[in-house]
């Protein structure tokens, strides 16, 4: 199946600081990307949606000025968190979808602030 | 906002029985319905996709979709210890596809040898 690689998998950063989390379709073209935020023993949530070329949509409640998403090509997409806090450690997972009838996600990035 | 409901468990099997896993959803316009597993620290892996009355199979799976009770069901037949994980049911609407999905928040399902 296809693969959307998303890095880094683990990071540790400072309270105040900015993290960027990578998405890269290797063999397909996103033109969608859908980011999500998982909490422990809590659900998926959608943060945002991006197609290739536009401003991302977010959903209600979402920062978009503290959560910047690029996607200005086609097989990379961007999740960077500005201005971290501790609450904003999560499991951060990207999900790709070239149009057809199916989507991938990546593998997921682990964040904690400290 | 669609709600997707499960019973977050844990649902304790004993190996080579049949698991259950249920799933209730609140848009009644909802056309897609899937079944993901996410192991611990890993992102979720597509497990079946379901999207019209009755009954899918795909190996020791068989997903279930009722959309007049709006309920959607996963058995899983012969259950091995490798199938522990979290369960995730989505539903998204629209028209079929893997487009904007919604999640339950899982079904913790737990194998014993």
């Known amino acids: 199946g296809a693969v959307v690689s998303q890095h880094p998998s683990r990071v540790i950063c400072k309270s105040g600081t900015s993290v960027k989390i990578e998405c890269r379709s290797l063999d397909f073209q996103a033109t969608t990307m859908f980011w999500y935020r998982q909490f422990p023993k809590q659900s998926l949530m959608l943060m945002a949606t991006?197609?290739?070329?536009?401003?991302?949509?977010?959903e209600q409640g979402v920062e978009k000025d503290k959560f910047l998403i690029n996607h200005a090509s086609l097989t990379l997409s961007t999740l960077t968190v500005t201005s971290a806090h501790p609450e904003d450690s999560s499991f951060y997972i990207c999900?790709?979808?070239?149009?057809?009838?199916?989507?991938?996600f990546g593998q997921g990035t682990r964040l904690t602030v400290v | 906002q669609k709600e997707v409901e499960q019973n977050s468990g844990p649902l304790s099997v004993p190996e080579g029985a049949i698991a259950s896993l249920n799933c209730t959803y609140s848009?009644?316009?909802?056309?897609?319905f899937f079944w993901y597993r996410q192991y611990s620290g890993k992102s979720p892996e597509l497990i079946m996709s379901i999207y019209s009355n009755g009954d899918k199979e795909d190996g020791r799976f068989t997903a279930q979709l009722n959309k007049a009770s709006q309920y959607v069901s996963l058995l899983i037949r012969d259950s091995q210890p490798s199938d522990s994980a979290t369960y995730l049911c989505?539903?998204?609407?629209?028209?079929?596809?893997?487009?904007?999905?919604?999640f339950g928040t899982g079904t913790r399902l737990l194998v014993s040898p």
């Open positions: 991006s197609n290739e070329g536009s401003k991302a949509t977010y």
């Open positions: 999900r790709a979808t070239g149009g057809t009838s199916e989507a991938f």
């Open positions: 989505a539903v998204s609407g629209g028209g079929t596809g893997f487009q904007k999905l919604v």
């Open positions: 848009d009644r316009v909802s056309q897609s």
